[in-house]
């Protein structure tokens, strides 16, 4: 089994010709708008953590399925 190492960038880069500019971490970043937070974060080199992966995996035990 091989693992893809990609980056997540959150939601697909958006197509809009309308842009917004906000501040993240005392940055200011304009993009298009309906850009997801992580991916402007990104572009202004802010790691920003998916909600959707966890830091580290941690296996439920057993009786969770009981």
């Known amino acids: ?7 997540d960038y959150g939601t697909p880069a958006s197509k809009s010709q309308n ?9 200011t970043v304009t993009a298009p708008e ?4 992580m991916r ?3 572009a202004i080199g802010t790691e ?6 966890p830091t580290a995996w ?3 035990a057993p009786a969770a399925f009981a």
């Open 58 to 60: 941690t296996p439920l």
């Open 34 to 37: 309906g850009t997801s937070v």
């Open 48 to 53: 920003s953590r998916s909600y959707a992966q």
């Open 40 to 42: 402007a974060a990104m």
């Open 19 to 27: 842009t917004v500019t906000l501040t993240i971490d005392g940055k």
């Open 1 to 7: 089994m091989t693992l893809i190492d990609e980056i």
